[in-house]
């Protein structure tokens, strides 16, 4: 079975930083699409990045440059480093992973960016 946990969120001022962390179990996924999605109040799901098992990777426009994924097979965690933090930036963040074509999703964890 699937199961992704995600951590690392919280309440930080606009310009610092925070590193999310997101350990998956049930399988090895090494090979397999791990990404990061965010959700804000009243707005839909957008990617933020996405790491494929080739190691490219893919990065929302509003993330470019600040956000960095990166990913460790032999524990099968998946982080994302956010640097340069805005208000914007405020919202539920999501990791998922992609098995057989079906989206896996974890439970969320909040980052709150104040100004």
């Known amino acids: 079975q699937v199961r992704l946990v995600e951590s690392g969120g919280g309440l930080v001022q606009a310009g610092e930083s925070l590193r999310l962390s997101c350990a998956a179990s049930?399988?090895?996924?090494?090979?397999?699409?791990m990404g990061w999605y965010r959700q804000a109040p009243g707005k839909e799901r957008e990617l933020v990045a996405d790491?494929?098992?080739?190691?490219?990777?893919k990065y929302g426009d509003a993330v470019k440059g600040r956000f960095t994924i990166s990913r460790d097979n032999t524990k099968n965690i998946v982080y994302l480093q956010m640097n340069s933090l805005k208000p914007e930036d405020t919202a539920v963040y999501y990791c998922?992973?992609?098995?057989?074509?079906?989206?896996?999703w974890g439970q969320g964890t909040q980052v709150t960016v104040s100004s």
């Open positions: 998922k992973v992609v098995v057989w074509g079906k989206n896996y």
């Open positions: 049930g399988r090895d996924f090494s090979l397999n699409p």
């Open positions: 790491m494929y098992g080739t190691g490219s990777t």
